[in-house]
T-cell receptor, first 114, second 114 residues
Framework: GDSVTQMEGPVTLSEEAFLTINCTYTATGYPSLFWYVQYPGEGLQLLLKATKADDKGSNKGFEATYRKETTSFHLEKGSVQVSDSAVYFCALTDNVAAGNKLTFGGGTRVLVKP | NAGVMQNPRHLVRRRGQEARLRCSPMKGHSHVYWYRQLPEEGLKFMVYLQKENIIDESGMPKERFSAEFPKEGPSILRIQQVVRGDSAAYFC????????????FGNGTRLTVT
């Protein structure tokens, strides 16, 4: 079945540091890929997405490129802020089964210190 | 424009009682998904419903769990005879249609079984 693997946290950074969170996936067909962010006590918010190979999703300074050859969708941000402290989830939908059922990775907690 | 509304935010039940979790999708959305998040883990798909129909329940435990999305009113996730292992955050998400429309998540219901 489909699966998503992302690096375990927590990741602790200083403000203005560079952030990378690795994500790799296994899926049949041609999945769409997503990054969601969860702030404490809240639900998940869509951060960015990419629907086909070589697409780059970007939002709020975050970027991720859909790499079919390496089955990866790593999240990057050049200069993090304290407000970026959250849990980040990589996810996919296989575009085969009915609906938009998402398969999530285990999440990576990011803590940015001033 | 209200988002996905879940209630209650927190629910405490003793072992053996029933838990009812409600989800009102975003206005105009007719697709509802339920996910469960165990502590320090990612989200696991439970069930996907459209109005009056269960489309995919491959993630639902075989016993004690049921879900509905009636023609009128919110979607309900029902857990009978709760056990301590049911303690988790339960998230509802909705979308307007199939395909690549993104899921919008509610803030979740945190169930604690004592």
């Amino acid at each position: 079945g489909d699966s998503v693997t992302q690096m375990e946290g927590p990741v602790t950074l200083s403000e203005e540091a560079f952030l990378t969170i690795n994500c790799t996936y296994t899926a049949t067909g041609y999945p769409s890929l997503f990054w969601y962010v969860q702030y404490p006590g809240e639900g998940l918010q869509l951060l960015l997405k990419a629907t086909k190979a070589d697409d780059k999703g970007s939002n709020k300074g975050f970027e991720a490129t859909y790499r079919k050859e390496t089955t990866s969708f790593h999240l990057e941000k050049g200069s993090v802020q304290v407000s970026d402290s959250a849990v980040y989830f990589c996810a996919l939908t296989d575009n085969v089964a009915a609906g938009n059922k998402l398969t999530f990775g285990g999440g990576t907690r990011v803590l940015v210190k001033p | 424009n209200a988002g996905v509304m879940q209630n209650p935010r927190h629910l405490v039940r003793r072992r053996g009682q029933e838990a009812r979790l409600r989800c009102s999708p975003m206005k105009g959305h007719s697709h509802v998904y339920w996910y469960r998040q165990l502590p320090e883990e990612g989200l696991k798909f439970m069930v996907y419903l459209q109005k009056e129909n269960i489309i995919d329940e491959s993630g639902m435990p075989k016993e004690r769990f049921s879900a509905e999305f009636p023609k009128e009113g919110p979607s309900i996730l029902r857990i009978q005879q709760v056990v301590r292992g049911d303690s988790a955050a339960y998230f509802c998400a909705s979308s307007s249609r199939e395909g690549t429309s993104p899921l919008h998540f509610g803030n979740g219901t945190r169930l604690t079984v004592t």
